[in-house]
């Protein structure tokens, strides 16, 4: 589905090894001179217009909601482009694809694209259609953004791929600060069985051990599962005092709601909370708690807000976390075109825009602040925890990792 942005496109559906900043924005300060001497005699050869891809799960069973509000969030950002005059006067265009949430859907999605289409760079969602995709954006030149997978797979391995989301090694282990806080020492996990999922679970247990923590009992789950409840039995019968939920939505939803229905009163935490995990959660929610990028849908801050007034008016509910993730990620990539135009010549390709993201890795984000990528192309963002309260999220505090 390639969808052309020209004004105002209603959606009809019902529904989403850290290197210090310092040393990684050195890393890169000598390239932005270079750069610019390279190409700036030449004036621009200019597309008649900027498509930029991108690979949705709009119609996975599970993960179609998460689809739906990133092709959203993408939308918006087109929209705002291009009604600010697009990319120094020329139109920009978003080419969304459906990969159906799985690898092969993926492959075949950037496959259709490349044919159809100048694509010279791409959002790509779920963490194993990213790595089916990568190697070939590696090997074709094709600056690739993801932005939803949190899996710690393949970090650095590639160039052309840059993590937009903060990842689990650093999830994980912010999530469970309140739980160290209250000095609770005995952990149970439920864990999702995909590559994120168990990239949680592995980032968890050292740390809690480390500090003093027992893991008492680990439990998996298969994505959109139905039945969790031999799974939650054990987890109830392991004493623990905190339970993890190292799930994605919607499957934090049916476990928070299980857990409360099998009487288990202790503290709960996670990463992720949406209004689909809400609304399969229930009640039971109350008291979550959970760590992820700053996203407060009732922020004052000016970009978050503008973001979200933005997003009621075309969509008539608040923002969501994905929905922001990727309005960022799409603004992103037009950035790097604007940047890669102003130094001249050819400049719409792959590598020419990793050029001018390496020579300046820090962009405005609507998370707060600026997003920087480290050398390794992993996004610096603040981290912050919320507990649910009367079935919503409140901002509690951001979390200093470098600290644990």
Same mark, same amino acid.
């Given at each position: 589905?390639?969808?052309?942005?020209?004004?105002?496109?209603?959606?009809?559906?019902?529904?989403?090894?850290?290197?210090?900043?310092?040393?990684?924005?050195?890393?890169?300060?000598?390239?932005?001179? *270079?750069?610019?001497? #390279?190409? $700036? @005699?030449?004036? !621009?050869?200019?597309?008649?217009?900027?498509?930029?891809? +991108?690979? %949705?799960?709009?119609?996975?069973?599970?993960?179609?909601?998460?689809?739906?509000?990133?092709?959203?969030?993408?939308?918006?950002?087109?929209?705002?482009?291009?009604?600010?005059?697009?990319?120094?006067?020329?139109?920009?265009?978003?080419?969304?694809?459906?990969?159906?949430?799985?690898?092969?859907?993926?492959?075949?999605?950037?496959?259709?694209?490349?044919?159809?289409?100048?694509?010279?760079?791409?959002?790509?969602?779920?963490?194993?259609?990213?790595?089916?995709?990568?190697?070939?954006?590696?090997?074709?030149?094709?600056?690739?953004?993801?932005?939803?997978?949190?899996?710690?797979?393949?970090?650095?391995?590639?160039?052309?791929?840059?993590?937009?989301?903060?990842? *689990?090694?650093?999830? #994980?282990? $912010? @999530?469970?600060? !309140?739980?160290?806080?209250?000095?609770?020492?005995?952990? +149970?996990? %439920?864990?999702?069985?995909?590559?994120?999922?168990?990239?949680?679970?592995?980032?968890?247990?050292?740390?809690?051990?480390?500090?003093?923590?027992?893991?008492?009992?680990?439990?998996?789950?298969?994505?959109?599962?139905?039945?969790?409840?031999?799974?939650?039995?054990?987890?109830?019968?392991?004493?623990?005092?905190?339970?993890?939920?190292?799930?994605?939505?919607?499957?934090?939803?049916?476990?928070?709601?299980?857990?409360?229905?099998?009487?288990?009163?202790?503290?709960?935490?996670?990463?992720?909370?949406?209004?689909?995990?809400?609304?399969?959660?229930?009640?039971?929610?109350?008291?979550?708690?959970?760590?992820?990028?700053?996203?407060?849908?009732?922020?004052?801050?000016?970009?978050?807000?503008?973001?979200?007034?933005?997003?009621?008016?075309?969509?008539?509910?608040?923002?969501?976390?994905?929905?922001?993730?990727?309005?960022?990620?799409?603004?992103?990539?037009?950035?790097?075109?604007?940047?890669?135009?102003?130094?001249?010549?050819?400049?719409?390709?792959?590598?020419?825009?990793?050029?001018?993201?390496?020579?300046?890795?820090?962009?405005?984000?609507?998370?707060?602040?600026?997003?920087?990528?480290?050398?390794?192309?992993?996004?610096?963002?603040?981290?912050?925890?919320?507990?649910?309260?009367?079935?919503?999220?409140?901002?509690?505090?951001?979390?200093?990792?470098?600290?644990?």
């Amino acid at each position: 589905m390639t969808e052309p942005v020209d004004g105002a496109h209603p959606d009809t559906s019902k529904r989403q090894g850290r290197i210090p900043r310092r040393a990684a924005t050195g890393l890169l300060a000598a390239a932005p001179f *270079a750069f610019s001497r #390279a190409y $700036a @005699a030449d004036s !621009p050869k200019d597309p008649p217009v900027f498509r930029i891809g +991108a690979l %949705l799960g709009l119609t996975d069973p599970g993960g179609s909601h998460n689809g739906t509000v990133m092709r959203r969030g993408i939308l918006q950002a087109a929209e705002e482009i291009n009604a600010a005059g697009g990319i120094d006067g020329i139109k920009v265009e978003a080419a969304i694809e459906d990969h159906q949430g799985v690898p092969k859907g993926g492959v075949d999605a950037l496959v259709r694209l490349r044919q159809r289409y100048d694509i010279q760079v791409i959002l790509s969602s779920y963490s194993t259609v990213t790595q089916a995709v990568a190697p070939i954006c590696e090997q074709q030149q094709i600056l690739a953004f993801d932005g939803g997978s949190a899996s710690n797979a393949h970090v650095g391995e590639y160039k052309y791929l840059f993590r937009i989301r903060t990842l *689990a090694l650093d999830l #994980a282990r $912010a @999530a469970l600060v !309140p739980a160290l806080e209250q000095k609770l020492t005995r952990l +149970a996990q %439920l864990t999702r069985t995909t590559d994120d999922g168990v990239s949680l679970q592995k980032a968890a247990e050292p740390f809690w051990t480390a500090h003093g923590g027992k893991v008492v009992g680990n439990e998996m789950m298969t994505p959109d599962a139905n039945n969790i409840d031999t799974q939650m039995a054990k987890l109830r019968a392991s004493g623990c005092d905190v339970l993890a939920i190292w799930a994605f939505d919607p499957d934090p939803g049916l476990g928070l709601k299980r857990a409360r229905e099998f009487g288990m009163k202790q503290l709960i935490v996670g990463i992720e909370y949406t209004s689909q995990i809400a609304r399969i959660a229930g009640p039971a929610a109350e008291g979550y708690t959970y760590a992820s990028d700053f996203f407060d849908p009732n922020s004052q801050e000016p970009r978050l807000k503008s973001f979200n007034e933005g997003y009621v008016a075309r969509y008539h509910e608040p923002g969501e976390f994905y929905a922001a993730n990727y309005y960022d990620g799409f603004k992103l990539a037009a950035e790097c075109i604007r940047r890669a135009r102003a130094q001249g010549g050819d400049y719409f390709n792959g590598p020419r825009l990793l050029a001018a993201l390496r020579a300046a890795p820090v962009f405005p984000t609507v998370f707060g602040g600026d997003l920087t990528f480290q050398a390794n192309g992993v996004a610096l963002r603040p981290i912050a925890l919320f507990q649910v309260k009367s079935g919503r999220a409140e901002f509690q505090r951001f979390v200093k990792l470098d600290s644990l």
